[in-house]
């Protein structure tokens, strides 16, 4: 089993920053991958980054990136979301997932992030 506790969201104006943060207990090797993903009302989840490999490897949305950054911090047990010039768009539940390759068996609760124009 693994527990993902998201925290960081808040409301920020258009060009603002915030930054995300997962903390994960259980499994170490069901969190070989770990990601965040998030959805606005009436929209689909989508993906927003990925961070894999032993934290070597990354992948963002394309409308996401040169914006956010994702990370982790291995001896915290912590992925981070960096995210700056934040946009209205950027509005949604920003959610952790994790999983051992990527199939993201386990989701956090979600925090919610506002960005007002």
């Known amino acids: 089993q693994v527990q993902l506790v998201e925290s960081g969201g808040g409301s920020v104006q258009a060009g603002g920053s915030l930054r995300l943060s997962c903390v994960a207990s259980?499994?170490?090797?069901?969190?070989?991958?770990m990601g965040w993903f998030r959805q606005a009302p009436g929209k689909e989840r989508e993906g927003v980054a990925v961070i894999y490999n032993g934290g070597r490897s990354t992948t963002y949305a394309d409308s996401v990136k040169g914006r956010f950054t994702i990370s982790q911090d291995n001896a915290k047990n912590t992925v981070y979301l960096q995210m700056n010039s934040l946009k209205p768009e950027d509005t949604a539940m920003y959610y952790c997932?994790?999983?051992?390759?990527?199939?993201?068996?386990?989701w956090g609760q979600g925090t919610q992030v506002t960005v007002s124009s």
């Open positions: 997932a994790a999983g051992p390759a990527c199939d993201f068996s386990y």
């Open positions: 259980g499994h170490t090797y069901s969190r070989n991958c």
